[in-house]
């Protein structure tokens, strides 16, 4: 398996002699017209070189050629590369050593390589100083102005925004965004009727560069369901301009848009670590090691991790990201502004295809009622996409009260609604999923910036609950953090200044005038429809006042004694699945053999608490079946966690009653592989 590697080239780049002869572990080279074959004793590579566009190529197999994009430095480098099975891979097999030039006449070893590709370190320039500093023994490091975590909305319009910073300022900043996923997107789920105006800001001319933004809204519903019927109710989200998207093509979209740029994107990589300097400030960030079994042990691919380290760090992760909540507790952001706790739904989704004569392009229904009852804050939603595709879910406020409730059965109950199951009737499920979501607003907002970076998007939780909409929030906050890192990292300004513009943006007026909606439906659905259309008609979220929210969501579980069994219907196999039909359909992977990433703090807790108090919650608020509660030996109950099963969607890190389940990236590339959620 071979990789794909870039370097700058200039005359004397190579020593007669090639690459450094004599040495036991050494690599000869012997030049041709074309370029340099370079062997190793046990395999020959080929590197073409032209010096005109500073390219060096390494076979991706024996016939294919792929170019990396060009080294920006000032030195000799070489660009490691994501392989093709979605991690870093070596130079060459068993423990082959490779000797890389640090100048033209010094040689550096960069140690032993374990792995079954290709790949360079990235080492040390001739000019611009130490590239690869290590922090911990083994531990590759690589610098840069600016890291992101996480390529969403958020993450990548900051890569964006500071990439053309830099060119209307003519600055060269680099820019490096590391993404869990195994490519861009693949985590990224959402309903969506995008709002456009941050994209109009950020990239204006979206439409001729061919954004996958082309079906407008063409009708927008709204329904109370009872079981058996759908009443309208007038519609108050006015989506007129709004656009039925795919968000994750959407962000695959920007991701090219962004590396176009110049900015470096690392797909498959996990940042599993805040790094600190002396005095607590954040310096970056590491991914986890590779090749770790359940065990403990190295198994043959191990491999470390890597220090990504950055002048300025963005957490840009999504809902309830997990360094996102460190940081946050660490340096106390949300109590920096009063700012209450945050507060979670959770969305199921599928993509449907369905008939041809039943397909309305841009057609949107948002329903509220049944199937949840009437103390459960939530609702379902309904979107005709292009190409006769249908997206349907439901969102499902975590501080749900009854411990029977299973949000996965209730969506499976939804589809048979009359109003619903005529249009899926014939029709084929083409993918599914689903994604934790920040329902707490304007009161939840933490503090984003802390000392050597800020948070953005989700992760700060910037999401308009009655518009139903945090995409084009998200997409602004990480444009506004990029200017004001911007700002620090070329004239020393203060990153307080993301704070203060982001307080004077229209995502914070918006934000403010929908405080109250989400807060309303503390009181039951109907008292709320009433509070919330007093604020949407009247008031106009002008309000004197600003409601608080309830309790967290693990504390509104009531104990399962208050409560009977829900009875769900068994799913028919047409309209309606059991998890691990629609699991399949979620490309959901994980390596088998690693440490769970959904850690227990207490072991005991599930069958001391969880169990006799709640009736094991965790069986049912999962979307993915990852928790079972399976009968050992002895006829005990015993929590079973099924963690390759995991759709990272956050819930258990959510809802857990005892806040027990810790969740963590687990290697980086897996999880779900969406495509067009």
């Known amino acids: 398996m071979g990789l794909i590697v870039e370097t700058e080239l200039f005359p004397g780049f190579f020593a007669a002699s090639g690459f450094p002869p004599k040495h036991f572990d050494s690599v000869s080279s012997i030049e041709t017209p074309n370029g340099f074959l370079l062997q190793s004793g046990r395999k020959s590579l080929f590197y073409l070189y032209r010096i005109s566009v500073n390219q060096v190529f390494l076979p991706a197999d024996s016939q294919k050629w792929r170019n990396a994009g060009k080294f920006e430095g000032d030195g000799i480098g070489f660009w490691r590369i994501r392989s093709l099975v979605g ?74 925004r500071l990439k ?11 820019v490096c965004v590391v993404e869990k996923g195994p490519e861009v997107g693949a985590h990224i789920l959402s309903g969506n009727v995008f709002e456009p105006r941050a994209l109009d800001e950020l990239l204006p001319q979206w439409k001729q560069d061919g954004a996958p933004v082309d079906v407008p809204v063409s009708s927008d519903k709204f329904w109370l369901l009872t079981k058996h019927h759908a009443i309208s109710l007038p519609c ?3 989506n007129k301009g709004n656009y039925v998207i795919s968000l994750s093509q959407l ?19 996990a940042a599993s670590e805040i790094l600190y300097d002396a005095n607590e400030s954040v310096i970056g960030i590491a991914t986890n090691d590779m090749g770790i079994a359940k065990d403990g042990s190295r198994r043959d691919n191990f491999q470390r991790g ?21 940081i946050i507790k660490k340096y106390n952001l949300r109590e920096k502004v009063q700012g209450q706790h945050q507060t979670y739904a959770l969305g199921i989704k599928e993509v449907w295809e369905i008939d041809a004569n039943k397909h309305e392009p841009g057609y949107v229904l948002h329903t509220l009622g049944w199937p949840l009852d009437n103390k459960t804050y939530g609702g379902s939603f309904l979107y005709h996409m292009k190409d006769r595709q249908v997206s349907i879910g439901l969102v499902v406020a975590l501080n749900y009260q009854n411990p029977y409730l299973n949000p996965y059965e209730e969506f499976q109950k ?49 999401l308009n609950v009655p518009k139903i909409k945090g995409t084009h929030t998200a997409m602004k906050s990480g444009m506004l953090a990029a200017e004001a890192a911007f700002d620090v990292l070329r004239e020393g300004l203060n990153m307080e200044a993301y704070w203060n513009n982001l ?9 403010y005038r929908a405080r109250n909606y989400r807060p309303s439906f503390e009181y039951g659905l109907l008292p709320g429809l009433a509070l919330s259309a007093l604020e949407h008609y009247v008031l106009k979220g002008r309000s004197p006042l600003t409601l608080k929210h309830g309790k967290p969501d693990h504390e509104a579980i009531d104990e399962a004694r208050i409560h009977s069994p829900i009875q769900y219907p068994k799913p028919d196999g047409i309209i309606s699945f059991d998890v691990p039909t629609s699991l399949y359909r979620s490309n959901t992977n994980h390596e088998h053999d690693q440490p769970a990433h959904l850690r227990l703090r ?69 999880g779900p592989g969406y495509s067009i959620m």
């Open 306 to 326: 890597v220090e990504l380290k950055g002048r300025m760090t963005l957490l840009g992760e999504g809902c309830r990201g997990s360094l996102s909540e460190k």
């Open 251 to 269: 962000v695959r979209w920007l991701g090219e848009k962004a590396e176009e740029l110049g900015v470096e994107i690392y797909p498959g990589f």
């Open 414 to 462: 939804l589809k048979h609604h009359p109003a619903i199951k005529s249009l899926l009737e014939g029709a084929t499920v083409l993918q599914y999923g689903a994604r934790a979501l920040n329902e707490g607003g304007f009161q939840s907002i933490p503090y984003p910036v802390f000392p050597g970076g800020a948070i953005i998007g989700c992760s700060a939780g910037f």
């Open 503 to 511: 307080s004077n943006s229209w995502v914070w007026e918006e934000l």
């Open 164 to 174: 053309q910073l830099c060119r209307e300022k003519d600055v060269d900043l680099s």
């Open 87 to 160: 991690g870093l891979r070596s130079f060459c097999r068993s423990s082959d050593q490779v000797f890389l030039p640090g100048d033209s006449l010094n040689w550096r070893n960069v140690g032993k390589f374990k792995g079954d590709g290709i790949g360079f370190w990235r080492i040390r320039s001739l000019v611009g100083g130490v590239r690869s500093l290590c922090s911990e023994p083994n531990r590759e490091s690589i610098n840069y102005d600016v890291v992101i975590v996480g390529a969403g909305p958020a993450g990548l319009s900051a890569a964006i």
């Open 602 to 670: 207490d072991h005991n807790i599930p069958e001391l608490v969880n169990l006799p108090n709640y009736a094991g919650p965790e069986s049912r608020y999962c979307p993915a079946r990852v928790y079972e509660y399976i009968a050992n030996d002895k006829g005990q109950q015993k929590l079973q966690i099924n963690a390759q099963n995991c759709l990272h969607c956050k819930a258990c890190d959510i809802k857990d009653p005892k806040q027990n389940i810790e969740w963590t990236v687990p290697e980086g590339g897996g």
């Open 236 to 238: 108050p989200f006015d």
